[in-house]
């Protein structure tokens, strides 16, 4: 991506061992940044190879963004490591879809509590770093379902809604500090979580899409990308669909 510079940035990816994660924190190393691969469970052993092919640093931290003090080891790891922290990618997340009347509680909860307060746990521990700097890049990984709402999805779409409504606060909290806050929200694209729909749901989905394809995580990525370099220095508070016009 040309014009895009991130040489000796260092950014966190939350979730980053599968999926639109791991696609957003090659794609920063590529352009030069120091990467913090965050994950849950799944092993990032080859990720971080990959990673540190491309000429940058990269360090894995295992941590549950739902757990408080977790995400506050994720973050002072990251500073006693790099030494700073210039961009923070919240992207983890899962879904635990049921109907209203068929809801478990629980299931209610973790949603919320990995998609929404995990948001709000690494910003919680973040933002203080970015604040004394004076600058620094903050991009929630929301969806078009906190928009429009979906049936089945009370849980996960109230998180992404709650998302936006975090971006746009904290972008006004931050602002005058210079740091950016946005959200950007992918439609439907081809990863282990879009992969739990029926091929009949997922003929539906791309029945609605006007450019009638499933969207790649580097769609996703690039945009990332873009609002994390310095071609996006006037861009806060800001929702972002990346979706193929499922939604507008
Ligand atoms: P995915 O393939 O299921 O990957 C989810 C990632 O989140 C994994 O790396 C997983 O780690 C991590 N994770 C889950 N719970 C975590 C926790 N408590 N702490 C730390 N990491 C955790 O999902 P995806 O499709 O790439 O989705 C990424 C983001 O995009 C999510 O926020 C999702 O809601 C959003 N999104 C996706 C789509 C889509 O169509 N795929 C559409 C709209 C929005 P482990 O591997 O270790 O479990």
Redesign the pocket.
């Known amino acids: 991506m040309e014009g895009i510079d991130l040489k000796g940035k260092t950014a966190i990816v939350?979730?980053?061992?599968?999926?639109?994660?791991?696609?957003i924190a090659l794609r920063l190393a590529e352009l030069g940044a120091n990467i913090v691969v965050?994950?849950?469970?799944?092993p990032?052993d080859d990720l971080i190879i990959e990673i540190e092919k491309m000429g940058v640093k990269a360090i894995a931290i295992?941590?549950?963004?739902?757990?408080f003090d977790?995400a506050e080891k994720l973050i002072k790891e990251t500073v006693e490591t790099f030494g700073t922290l210039d961009i923070l990618i919240?992207?983890?997340?899962?879904?635990k879809d049921a109907l209203v009347m068929r809801m478990k509680e629980e299931d209610f909860d973790s949603v919320i509590?990995?998609?929404l307060k995990?948001a709000f746990n690494t910003i919680r521990h973040a933002s203080g770093i970015m604040f004394r700097k004076r600058t620094g890049r903050i991009i929630n990984?929301?969806?078009?379902?906190g928009i429009t709402g979906n049936a089945g999805q009370i849980n996960?779409s109230s998180?992404?809604a709650g998302l936006i409504g975090m971006t746009k606060s904290l972008a006004k909290e931050l602002g005058s500090r210079g740091i950016t806050v946005n959200a950007v929200?992918?439609?439907?694209?081809?990863?282990?979580?879009?992969?739990e729909l029926s091929d009949k749901q997922k003929e539906a989905m791309i029945g609605s899409i006007p450019l009638k394809r499933?969207?790649s995580?580097e769609d996703?990525a690039n945009l990332v990308a873009f609002l994390v370099s310095d071609m996006a220095t006037y861009i806060t508070g800001q929702v972002i669909n990346v979706?193929g016009g499922m939604v507008m």
Do not use: Q
């Not at 295992?62 to 757990?67: E, F, G, L, T």
């Not at 919240?90 to 879904?95: D, F, H």
């Not at 990984?141 to 379902?145: C, D, F, G, L, M």
């Open positions: 939350t979730g980053a061992s599968r999926g639109i994660g791991k696609a965050n994950y849950r469970s799944t990032v295992k941590a549950d963004v739902s757990k977790e919240n992207n983890a997340g899962i879904t509590n990995v998609n995990g990984i929301t969806s078009v379902v996960y998180a992404k929200a992918p439609g439907f694209i081809g990863t282990d979580m879009s992969d499933v969207g995580t996703v979706d």
